[in-house]
């Protein structure tokens, strides 16, 4: 497999095929990352490359623009798995995509414009939830919200911050549409991609929506909290990814229902993996202070389920959960109410939700017609996703 991006100066970085990922899964390698190391370089290569080119478009609006474009090529670059890419990359092989072939580099640069619907949906996600780290860094807003006050400017620093962070994400959505049109699919394929990346787009955007009123309205059932990790992370995190790289490879339908089956049960059981981290992950792992999720309120698979049993046995537990959590907290209360979700069992039944749709995704993808490597690769990638530690 010999597809390569410029990376600018330097060596070139060469996209692994499905077989690699599939040699490395037999092999029995591991990595906290869904993609081997020259995978990830080589995504982090094609946005280097688009935001080189962008250049020429954001300079002549003066440096204001250009300092926020800049913001937004650090976010973009600092970090991060690369899962979507990889997803939508190991889909279009499995699918039939030909790694050597001479539509590959522009199926690796389209793949990896999802990295600017990631930005789009975590900078905004982390203005809604009052964050103020991400991936040990300021979030963006709380980094312009710095700025304002650091030059003394008018107006209220915070106000200021989180109306550039806004901006900053929805260039990153336009971006991605443009780094896609830009990639140089052939006509065919960009037909058979544009609609799905349509739908993956206005999910994401639902889904953030529902997760939104759900808990100004107070709903929390388990059922509602299920919806929201549908669509606001399974639908573009893994399903929608996959279904791109297979409207990339003009995929049999039987084959797009079987990637959407996983990707479904995967992205929801990845989702809850991150539920139970953002409560008990170690913040040297996560990036996020302990007990993040707590402090935000977030309405979790694991708050839900929780409350739905304090309800039942436990009323004091029930009133501790609903005044407390979405509240300044410091490292006693934090430590107090994930000794409560332990105790009534919810944490349990999280870790057994985790493997039941594990379990499901795995076997819709292993009765598939994707390739022998493709499904190596994808159950190692649904194994990462659900058993990672950050």
């Known amino acids: 497999m010999e597809v390569v991006l410029s990376a600018g100066p330097g060596t070139p970085t060469r996209i692994p095929s499905a077989?690699?990922?599939?040699?490395?899964?037999?092999?029995?390698?591991?990595?906290?990352?869904?993609?081997?190391?020259?995978?990830?370089a080589a995504t982090e290569a094609a946005l280097t490359e688009f935001f080189a080119d962008r250049a020429a478009a954001v300079e002549p609006l003066g440096p204001t623009f250009v300092e926020s474009a800049e913001a937004l090529r650090l976010f973009v670059l600092r970090g991060g798995?690369?899962?979507?890419?990889?997803?939508?990359?190991?889909?279009?092989?499995?699918a039939g995509g030909d790694p050597d072939g001479p539509q590959a580099a522009a199926?690796?640069?389209?793949?990896?414009?999802?990295?600017?619907?990631?930005?789009?949906?975590?900078?905004?996600?982390?203005?809604?939830?009052?964050?103020?780290?991400?991936?040990?860094?300021?979030?963006?807003?709380?980094d312009f919200e710095q700025r304002h006050r650091d030059r003394?400017?008018?107006?209220?620093?915070?106000?200021?911050?989180?109306?550039?962070?806004?901006?900053?994400g929805d260039l990153a959505l336009?971006?991605?549409?443009?780094?896609?049109?830009?990639?140089?699919?052939?006509?065919?394929?960009?037909?058979?991609?544009?609609?799905?990346?349509?739908?993956?787009?206005?999910?994401?955007?639902?889904?953030?929506?529902?997760?939104?009123?759900?808990?100004?309205?107070?709903?929390?059932?388990?059922?509602?909290?299920?919806?929201i990790n549908r669509y606001k992370t399974?639908?573009?995190?893994?399903?929608?990814?996959?279904?791109?790289?297979?409207?990339?490879?003009?995929?049999?339908?039987?084959?797009?229902?079987?990637?959407?089956?996983?990707?479904?049960?995967?992205?929801?059981?990845?989702?809850?993996?991150?539920?139970?981290?953002?409560?008990?992950?170690?913040?040297?792992?996560?990036?996020k202070p302990s007990g993040d999720d707590l402090r935000e309120g977030k309405r979790t698979v694991l708050l839900a389920e929780a409350l739905r049993r304090a309800d039942e046995n436990d009323p004091a537990a029930a009133k501790l959960l609903?005044?407390?959590?979405?509240?300044?907290?410091?490292a006693e209360e934090v430590e107090r109410l994930r000794a409560v979700l332990t105790e009534l069992g919810a944490v349990?039944?999280?870790?057994?939700?985790?493997a039941e749709f594990t379990d499901r995704g795995l076997a819709a993808i292993e009765k598939s017609s994707a390739t022998p490597s493709a499904k190596k690769t994808l159950r190692a990638m649904a194994l990462a996703a659900t058993r990672r530690t950050a």
């Open 19 to 40: 077989a690699d990922h599939g040699a490395a899964a037999a092999a029995g390698a591991s990595s906290p990352t869904l993609a081997p190391a020259d995978f990830v």
């Open 348 to 354: 349990d039944d999280v870790e057994r939700r985790i």
């Open 174 to 227: 336009a971006w991605a549409d443009d780094m896609v049109h830009a990639a140089g699919l052939d006509p065919a394929a960009l037909a058979r991609f544009a609609p799905v990346w349509a739908l993956m787009r206005t999910e994401v955007l639902g889904g953030q929506l529902l997760d939104i009123t759900g808990h100004a309205g107070g709903d929390e059932s388990v059922e509602a909290a299920l919806r």
């Open 322 to 330: 609903r005044t407390t959590v979405g509240t300044e907290l410091g």
């Open 234 to 287: 399974a639908a573009y995190t893994v399903e929608r990814p996959l279904h791109l790289g297979a409207a990339l490879a003009d995929a049999e339908p039987t084959l797009i229902e079987a990637y959407r089956n996983y990707g479904t049960d995967i992205g929801i059981a990845f989702q809850l993996r991150d539920d139970l981290l953002g409560v008990f992950g170690d913040p040297e792992v996560t990036g």
């Open 152 to 168: 003394g400017w008018a107006g209220d620093p915070a106000q200021f911050g989180a109306g550039v962070a806004i901006l900053v």
């Open 107 to 142: 199926v690796a640069r389209a793949c990896a414009a999802l990295e600017l619907v990631q930005a789009c949906a975590l900078i905004h996600d982390d203005i809604i939830d009052s964050s103020r780290t991400r991936r040990r860094f300021p979030t963006v807003h709380v």
């Open 81 to 94: 798995k690369r899962t979507r890419p990889a997803f939508a990359w190991t889909g279009w092989q499995g």
